[in-house]
Structure formats: C-alpha cells, structure tokens
Antibody, heavy 119, light 106 residues
C-alpha cells in the first residue's frame, strides 16, 4: 500500500527556519516524483515544486523559487520542504504528493502539515 | 505559466441531479488534466486523470471529458458525500498549476 506520512504541525516565529518531512512507503521511492502543494487558510491549492529522489532533479514554481528548498534523502525514503526565514504569510497547510512520472498527476497524498508562523 | 480557470466558483445541486463543473486552460494541455476532490479537513483525492480516466476506486458517477483547453467534470447523480471542493490541475509542463476550485453544495 502506497503511503505518504508527513511530520507533525509546527508553530514558529517570523525569521525562524523550518524543515518538514514526507516519508514514502509501499512503492519505489527513487522511481517516482514527490511534490509539495501549499494551501493557505481557506484558499486553493498551489503547486510549489517537485523532486525526483532518484537523481535529485528538482523543479520549482517560479512563485516559490528562492523562498523554499525541496530536497530528498533516498536512504530514508523521505522528502523535505525547508525555509531559511519564515514569514507570517507562510502560514498554511503543506501537502506532499506522489507522481509516477513527469507527465502524471499526483495519485497519492500525505495527510498535510500545518505550519503556523506568528509572533 | 498556464492559468487554469474553473467555473462556477460555487455550484448548488439537489441530490440525485447532475452536476457539471468546467475547467479552462490558458493554452493547450492536451489530455494532461486531472480532477481532485477535497472534503473539509482532508487532503485532496485524485478522481480523474488523462482528462477522462477514473482513478482507482472512484465511483462510475464521476466522469471527465475534454482535451486541449476545455474540460468538464460531471457527477451524474449527486450524493450527499460528494459535497466538497473540486480542483482541476494540468500536468503538461512545469509548473503544474491548479484551478481555483469549484465548491459543490447540496
């Protein structure tokens, strides 16, 4: 059974750093892509970027380029989304999701990680 | 960046009736179009991919059609459990943008 399990909710202050995780199981982690999707409170879904853990090929939405870093650790079957300096506007639920290839949809989703940034 | 536009923003349908949701792409995405369902407090779930193929376990009352720039999701006979927000997303190239969603109400 394919599963994506994300790390727990976080409460941070503006300016702090953060790294959240997404652990995949039940499929070949290195032969698929993992993507990240943001959902701000009460808003729609925003495609942030994807990574192919097999070769670390990473693609960003230009809107998020430079704001976050997507990475993966093949040995842990885990993908990460990282911020160096959080802002209040980063408050959102962040979902990870799997896609089997470059021209495939997101077929499995994690449960989401709520990130709250507040002073 | 391809812009995906969904209509209407909100749709109210009686149980047992048909619901028709639309999605338009600002340029052709071929058939590289997916529909997702998101219920309150839950992660999105894949309904349709390749514009018209139902994902595993999706009831037959959900169907998709279209290609190029115009797409439709149809729910043939609305059930109470279909209340959700529905999003389209293209995956033809990067970034794979989502539409803004259609909220389906009973």
């Amino acid at each position: 059974e394919v599963q994506l399990v994300q790390s727990g909710a976080e409460v941070k202050k503006p300016g702090e750093s953060l790294k959240i995780s997404c652990k995949g199981s039940g499929y070949s982690f290195t032969n698929s892509w993992i993507g990240w999707v943001r959902q701000m409170p009460g808003k729609d879904l925003e495609w942030m970027g994807v990574i192919h853990p097999g070769d670390s090929d990473t693609r960003y939405n230009p809107s998020f380029q430079g704001q976050v870093t997507i990475s993966a650790d093949r040995s842990l079957n885990t993908a990460y989304l990282q911020w160096r300096s959080l802002k209040a506007s980063d408050t959102a639920i962040y979902y990870c999701a799997r896609r089997q290839g470059a021209r495939h949809p997101f077929d499995y989703w994690g449960q989401g990680t709520l990130v709250t940034v507040s002073s | 960046e391809i812009v995906m536009t969904q209509s209407p923003a909100t749709l109210s349908v009686s149980p047992g009736e048909r619901a028709t949701l639309s999605c338009r792409a600002s340029q052709s995405v071929s058939s590289n179009l997916a529909w997702y369902q998101q219920k309150p407090g839950q992660a999105p779930r894949l309904l349709i991919y390749g514009a018209s193929t139902r994902a595993t376990g999706i009831p037959a009352r959900f169907s998709g059609s279209g290609s190029g720039t115009e797409f439709t999701l149809t729910i043939s006979s609305l059930q109470s459990e279909d209340v959700a927000v529905y999003y389209c997303q293209h995956y033809n190239n990067w970034p794979c943008t989502f539409g803004q969603g259609t909220k389906l109400e009973i």
